[in-house]
């Protein structure tokens, strides 16, 4: 697969760095994202090959050859629908994957995560359509296609054949059991051993995911200072996180369509976490991962409100990961030195900058919320309280982040960016 220069580098204008400063971002801004993104996917898929080209004994012969058929298969699928290999590069899992690949140890840690591509090349090719045969590495009983499902293998590694509407997996001479369909781009599966991802409602174009089934969903240590696991789909009910879902959009679209564009755009998948953490603890926990924006790691919200300010949150922390990769905002400086009001933790800079960013969206969201007439009065109360929350919190942060010499002048422009709207919200919170 040829990574080309030009596809590396996503320029960042003044206009749009002042627009996402302001937490809002217009289409042509969420455009300029997406695309930062993709390059940062190519970089990383590029980082593989040039590993394995410095040092061929990084793995064994045999998985540095079937890397090859894998590799071959991506660039053969990105000649003819370089779309459907983009999203499926760049959907969240990929990206944990990836890092976690590129951290391996050489030898079997890196020749099983580099056996992964050969999923990845597939789920692309079987969005594409038109025939092709790969094989690929079963593990822990499971061949997981990223952003479509999982097939059930008895066999270390299995035969995909894919022709113009169906696909069919063989493992040690006989037919592993379900068929794959093909139709416009979207994959679906029928019969033993496939579980495919359930879409949730409400979103047009590309279908957002409640991921209950990749193993790169979530990291290996968990989530949060409770370390939650993801939830494993027998512990996943469609029905109450779809309801949640379509009534977070209704309400996102209701009192802000900027937000809602925003998560349209943005969010590829939901990702349940386990309820109860060591101790029996069942914490409410959300999250975003740099290797992974796109991906709203959360427990079950209680309300269609909590998860839509969970959406508002999460969207910014990919939002400013995918800009720090494309404008470093700071410098790197991993030592946790600051204190702030969200947590009783000392954080590093890039964490302040994160949750004051963030907060500075909910800020926002919940004053529009208030001044707006989507909500009851009840409602509305409650939502002014929340919205002079974080305004509080924010304004009491900023003075770190501006006084810090960690800061990139970049990044100094940007936080007094966030300066500007926060006075905005303070001297007119029904109008912002």
């Not at 593990?139 to 997981?144: A, Y």
């Not at 979530?218 to 996943?236: D, H, I, N, S, Y």
């Not at 779809?242 to 802000?256: F, H, I, K, N, Y």
């Not at 109860?276 to 796109?294: C, D, E, I, M």
Request: glycine share 10%; proline share 9%.
């Amino acid at each position: 697969m040829t990574v080309h220069p030009a596809r590396e580098t996503t320029a960042v204008p003044a206009a749009a760095l002042a627009r996402l400063a302001r937490t809002r971002a217009e289409p042509e801004d969420l455009a300029l994202l997406l695309r930062g993104l993709h390059s940062r996917r190519l970089v990383l898929l590029k980082s593989l090959l040039t590993r394995l080209d410095r040092d061929p004994g990084a793995i064994p012969a045999p998985a540095r050859a079937l890397f090859e058929r894998h590799w071959r298969l991506l660039e053969r699928t990105e000649a003819r629908h370089p779309d459907a290999v983009r999203d499926t590069l760049d959907y969240p899992a990929v990206g944990n994957w990836l890092a976690r690949t590129l951290a391996a140890e050489d030898g079997p840690a890196l020749a099983r995560g580099l056996g992964r591509l050969g999923a990845v090349a597939a789920a692309a090719a079987l969005r594409a359509g038109g025939g092709f045969g790969v094989t690929l590495p079963a593990h822990d009983g499971r061949i997981t296609l990223p952003g479509i499902g999982t097939l059930a293998v008895r066999a270390p590694t299995a035969r995909l054949t894919a022709g113009a509407r169906t696909a069919r997996l063989t493992a040690g001479g006989h037919r592993a059991g379900p068929v794959l369909l093909l139709a416009g781009g979207r994959v679906t599966g029928a019969g033993p051993g496939w579980r495919g991802l359930r879409r949730l409602p409400g979103t047009a174009g590309a279908a957002v995911r409640l991921d209950d089934l990749d193993p790169y969903r979530a990291p290996p240590e968990g989530v949060g200072r409770a370390a939650l696991p993801p939830a494993p789909r027998a512990e996943t009910r469609h029905q109450p996180w779809a309801r949640r879902w379509r009534g977070a959009l209704a309400l996102l679209r209701a009192t802000d369509p900027g937000r809602a564009a925003e998560a349209a755009a943005l969010v590829r998948c939901l990702v349940p976490l386990a309820r109860t953490g060591p101790h029996g603890h069942r914490p409410k926990v959300s999250a975003t991962f740099r290797a992974a924006p796109g991906a709203v790691l959360t427990t079950l919200p209680d309300t269609a409100a909590d998860l839509a300010a969970v959406l508002v949150h999460e969207t910014q922390h990919s939002k400013l990961s995918v800009l720090h990769d494309l404008l470093p905002l700071h410098r790197p400086a991993p030592a946790a030195a600051y204190r702030v009001p969200w947590r009783s933790d000392l954080r590093p800079l890039a964490g302040v900058l994160q949750g004051a960013y963030a907060h500075l969206a909910l800020a926002d969201f919940w004053t529009r919320a208030a001044a707006g007439t989507a909500l009851p009065p009840a409602a509305r109360g409650e939502a002014r309280i929340r919205g002079d929350s974080y305004r509080r919190q924010v304004a009491a942060t900023l003075p770190l982040l501006l006084e810090s010499s960690e800061l990139t002048t970049t990044g100094q422009e940007f936080t007094e960016g966030m300066r500007v709207h926060l006075a905005s919200l303070e001297a007119a919170p029904g109008d912002a």
